[in-house]
């Protein structure tokens, strides 16, 4: 029984070192260097603190802003 307790705890570390893993592909996710939205060159600070983004800090907020005003929220 403890054997199979010791199973499921390795399987469930597993799966942490998996989501960490994907976390980490996210993490090193390509930045866009220009915003979609203006065209405008995007911040080196802010392309390494958000991995992956393809819009400056203001299209963003715009975008999220508008997104809201959509949903009626
Ligand atoms: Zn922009």
């Known amino acids: 029984m403890a054997e199979l ?3 499921a705890n390795e399987r469930a570390e597993f ?3 998996i989501a960490i893993a994907n976390a980490r592909i996210n993490h ?3 930045s866009a260097t220009h915003c979609k939205g203006c065209g405008e060159p995007i911040p ?3 392309r390494v603190a958000v ?3 393809t819009m400056c800090a203001y299209c ?3 975008a999220e802003l508008k ?3 959509e949903r009626g929220l």
């Open 44 to 46: 080196e600070k802010r």
């Open 28 to 30: 090193d996710a390509v």
């Open 5 to 7: 307790i010791d199973e």
């Open 60 to 62: 963003k907020s715009d």
């Open 51 to 53: 991995p992956g983004c």
């Open 15 to 17: 799966n942490i070192s």
């Open 67 to 69: 997104l809201k005003q």
